[in-house]
């Protein structure tokens, strides 16, 4: 017997059932697996029409979800989103007004998990470790300096 390809549509209910995704890279999946643009579009059309599909809805609930952990900064859950194929200035709009003080705190927390012993603490390892996480150096600065003044 003869397996018979899905339909587009068929495809990308699937795909989502697995993970929520934008519709860019709901695209980009399925094109990737040689179905027909003009398909495509229309299930993702129809999808967007039934509410399957909602970007906005998405990438805020993804936002909140990564700035809620606490362990990547802003600027990184931002670069993730765009990855992950939501538009820049939607997620800027996101972005609340204490997201400096979220940051710091956020910092401290991983500093706090990373170097949970203080002897073992190096300043420099320190500051690749934030700056690899993409904290800037303010944000840094003030959580080094808390960790070690407590």
């Not at 936002?63 to 990184?76: D, T």
């Not at 190096?122 to 700056?131: I, M, N, T």
């Not at 150096?137 to 407590?150: P, Q, W």
Request: proline fraction near 1%; charged fraction near 35%.
């Amino acid at each position: 017997m003869i397996k018979q390809k899905k339909s587009a549509l068929q495809k990308a209910t699937d795909l989502l059932a697995h993970q929520e995704q934008s519709s860019k890279i709901l695209q980009q999946k399925l094109l990737a697996r040689n179905y027909d643009a003009a398909q495509v579009d229309e299930a993702i059309a129809k999808l967007e029409k039934y509410n399957y599909l909602d970007d906005a809805e998405a990438c805020r609930r993804q936002f909140e979800n990564f700035y809620a952990e606490g362990k990547l900064s802003v600027r990184q859950i931002v670069a993730k989103l765009i990855q992950r194929g939501f538009e820049k200035n939607f997620i800027e709009q996101l972005i609340p007004d204490d997201a400096d003080e979220h940051e710091r705190l956020a910092a401290e927390k991983l500093l706090e998990k990373k170097f949970a012993r203080r002897k073992n603490f190096d300043r420099g390892k320190a500051w690749q470790f934030l700056s690899a996480r993409g904290f800037d150096g303010e944000i840094i600065s003030s959580a080094v300096e808390n960790f070690l003044s407590e």
